[in-house]
């Protein structure tokens, strides 16, 4: 088969069981339009497609308005967009893309990073960021929550260390031994749930069958929830461009359902225009100076976590404000979202997200020796 001329990029997914054999359709349908564009031939596939007795990878193409299933060439820059639930699956996902590597050495457009705590202790190093980051430990059990409790003012904020979408995210609060512990939170499948239990000791039993095996941290809990009592967040895309430099793609406040712990649009969250929202929320200049941090805290930290985890392209990071207008660093995803600048009209900023990928794999084939 021959190689075109412009180079293979192979998007790498989940397989799903909806109306699409893989996820994140829309999505890729519009980067390949973009991608066939400017000549490269892009196609999408799973960790299952690859097989050892192939050289070809069967994969699916968007090709005059619809999917087809074709071989298609191994690889020259892979993207990653395959998420794995549990170590199962991102075993399996080693597996398939080891015995795709051994066939042809292919060019990641970044390596992922590795959980919530490893990004957390490699941001904790630069004096610069710690002023802006909750603190955080691993979790380790009752007897640790318990001393937390009584030195954090009764209460913490738990969520999973590999989790994603806000879910098995917990708010718990002990008033007084008379009270008992209360608990906000959302289960695995990011519905909103809240409970009341007449003592800590039987909360805390229930927080270790609901924890099971799976690593969790404990960290502060801040209030940032807006004055209508709406927890929010400012998420901001950061990308490497066409010619590899790092730039804001774009930023918005996603706005969660009232008491509902997160923000997050999985879980039936708003999105709306940042600055606009944050001016509304503190003022016009505490809404332009948590901006202001922001896109310079934004612009650090990828530089920082490229330095400790290799080349990467694309870092969704989230940042809190709380009620005194200090910003936080909440998490940093190597596999962002974009659909928020669609559902705030900033059709550039949508875009730009979906071009930047293609151009900075443009930027890495034409940057091979």
Not at 209 to 231: A, D, H, M, V
Not at 260 to 272: D, F, I, P, R, V
């Amino acid at each position: 088969m021959l190689r075109p001329h412009k180079g293979v990029i192979g998007i790498l997914v989940s397989e799903s069981k909806g109306p699409f054999p893989f996820s994140e359709n829309n999505y890729c349908r519009k980067l390949c339009l973009i991608g066939n564009k400017q000549g490269m031939h892009i196609y999408v596939f799973c960790p299952s497609s690859i097989t050892q007795d192939r050289s070809t990878v069967q994969g699916y193409c968007y090709e005059k308005g619809n999917w087809n299933r074709r071989s298609s060439p191994l690889p020259d820059i892979l993207y990653d967009r395959c998420f794995s639930h549990d170590r199962k699956d991102q075993q399996r996902k080693q597996n398939a893309l080891s015995l795709l590597y051994e066939k042809q050495p292919f060019i990641y457009l970044a390596r992922g990073l590795t959980g919530k705590w490893s990004v957390y202790q490699v941001l904790k190093k630069y004096p610069d960021l710690t002023l802006y980051l909750p603190e955080t430990h691993k979790y380790t059990g009752a007897d640790q929550l318990s001393e937390w409790l009584r030195t954090h003012n009764g209460q913490g904020f738990m969520k999973p260390q590999n989790g994603t979408h806000g879910k098995r995210t917990m708010h718990i609060k002990v008033s007084s031994p008379q009270e008992g512990l209360r608990l906000i939170g959302r289960d695995n499948s990011n519905n909103i749930f809240k409970r009341k239990f007449p003592s800590v000791q039987e909360g805390f039993e229930w927080i270790h069958k609901f924890i099971g095996n799976r690593p969790f941290l404990l960290q502060t809990y801040l209030n940032l929830n807006s004055t209508q009592g709406e927890p929010f967040d400012i998420r901001v895309l950061m990308q490497k461009n066409s010619k590899g430099i790092w730039e804001i793609t774009g930023r918005a406040a996603r706005v969660g359902q009232k008491h509902s712990l997160t923000s997050n649009l999985h879980g039936g969250g708003s999105a709306h225009k940042a600055l606009p929202f944050l001016c509304r929320e503190f003022g016009e200049n505490g809404g332009r100076n948590a901006i202001t941090v922001i896109d310079h805290l934004s612009k650090d930290i990828p530089l920082y976590l490229e330095s400790h985890f290799g080349r990467l392209a694309e870092l969704g990071i989230d940042f809190g404000v709380d009620r005194q207008g200090k910003v936080w660093i909440l998490e940093v995803n190597s596999k962002p979202g974009r659909s928020s600048f669609f559902r705030i009209g900033d059709y550039k900023s949508a875009r730009k997200s979906i071009e930047n990928p293609i151009g900075y794999a443009r930027y890495l084939l034409l940057s091979k020796p």
